[in-house]
């Protein structure tokens, strides 16, 4: 039985908030209070990438604020539809580095597996954008593949869950894939990357843990999270939930115009983050995927802030500024400009 808000976090379940997201612009606006004159724009940026949003993140947005920084990163905007030249289809290429259906193979040591090509939530600025990679999960045999794959290559000493987003799939399949990728010898670590308990803490059960965590493989997470209130009472529940069953917990930030580009947003994420015992990993700079360069920061600006935020923060709070270029061997780091000493406690 559910006592409306008194109801206790497991009692409404993930795949029914997910079910329920919020999909229709009018109706987003008319929950927040917003101005009737943002609705065409919404609708028609949101053609090409329709509008998802579920109510446990909705819930942390303020009312009436056009600039509330977790609406910005869901409310398609005209500036959507605006053409410029160095924003493209696919920046990073990575039409063209798939392996075999299901993975994604660019660095040393490691490799993404595209666990489900479903998101919890559309956020503008994504490449996903322009990739209805949509929910076709694989086939078994496609899956059997992607496992020989792994099997044939000793050199690959971690696995990614990918998508999409990885928690978009059942327990029971994670579960099943873990144990497969576990029996691999030379695997030695599993790492997912994930989105889905930020925007709906209630994924986080029971039985997602047993599923991850249920083998020999020492398990890393990487939240995304681009905002310290995202970070709410049911977050940091989640959170410590993961933390218990033993998992390395480690976040990644875009860096976005209008949402986290100040450096006191920047400060209060990594201090957030913190307080829960989430390590801050990389900050991104955005990639130029076209219709979303109204997000795009400078890079002199980007490495102002990370200089900054060397300067104000313990080194182990401070993310790396990083880009991704298609054909490098990792991530490539924007050095971050430092702080002169004369300038510093002032
Ligand atoms: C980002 C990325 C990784 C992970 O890189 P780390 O630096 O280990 O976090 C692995 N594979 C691909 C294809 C990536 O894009
Ligand atoms: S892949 Fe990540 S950034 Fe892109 S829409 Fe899904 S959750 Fe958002």
Redesign the pocket.
């Known amino acids: 039985m559910i006592h409306g808000s008194l109801a206790p976090v497991e009692s409404v379940s993930w795949q029914s908030l997910l079910a329920q997201s919020i999909t229709d612009p009018r109706e987003l606006l008319g929950r927040l209070d917003l101005e009737p004159a943002l609705l065409a724009p919404a609708l028609a940026a949101s053609a090409d990438f329709p509008l998802r949003v579920p109510e446990p993140y909705l819930s942390r947005m303020q009312p009436g604020n056009p600039h509330d920084p977790l609406l910005r990163q869901v409310l398609p905007l005209g500036e959507e539809l605006q053409e410029h030249p160095d924003f493209i289809l696919d920046p990073l290429g990575e039409q063209h ?1 798939n392996a075999r259906p299901g993975i ?4 040393h040591g ?3 597996l595209i666990v489900s090509g479903g998101c919890a939530i559309n956020c503008r600025y994504c490449f996903r954008r322009h990739f209805p990679y949509g929910d076709n999960a694989l086939s078994t045999d496609e899956w059997q593949q992607a496992l020989d794959y792994i099997r044939h290559d000793p050199s690959i000493a971690e696995v ?1 869950y990918s998508g999409g987003d990885p928690l978009a799939a059942n327990d029971k399949r994670l579960a099943w894939l873990t144990r497969e990728i576990a029996d691999i010898a030379h695997v030695r670590r599993l790492r997912v990357h994930t989105r889905l308990p930020v925007v709906i803490p209630q994924r986080v059960t029971s039985a997602l843990i047993d599923a991850l965590c249920g083998t020999r493989l020492p398990v890393s997470m ?1 939240l995304h999270c681009n905002h310290a209130n995202e970070i709410d009472a049911q977050l940091a529940q989640a959170i410590a939930t993961l933390r218990r069953a033993g998992i390395l917990l480690l976040n990644q930030t875009v860096l976005l115009k209008g949402v986290n580009d100040r450096i006191e947003e920047l400060l209060a994420l990594s201090e957030t983050l913190g307080d829960h015992g989430v390590l801050p ?2 900050l991104h700079v955005l990639d130029h995927v076209k219709g979303a360069q109204h997000f795009h920061v400078d890079d002199t600006t980007a490495r102002g802030l990370a200089g900054e935020m060397l300067a104000r923060l313990p080194g182990f709070l401070v993310p790396r500024l990083v880009r ?1 270029i298609a054909g490098e061997t ?2 490539t780091p924007l050095p971050p400009e430092l702080i002169r000493a004369a300038d510093h406690l002032a």
Do not use: G, T
């Open positions: 580095s994604i193979h660019k660095y490691r490799l993404l990614i990487v990993y990389y991704e990792s991530k």
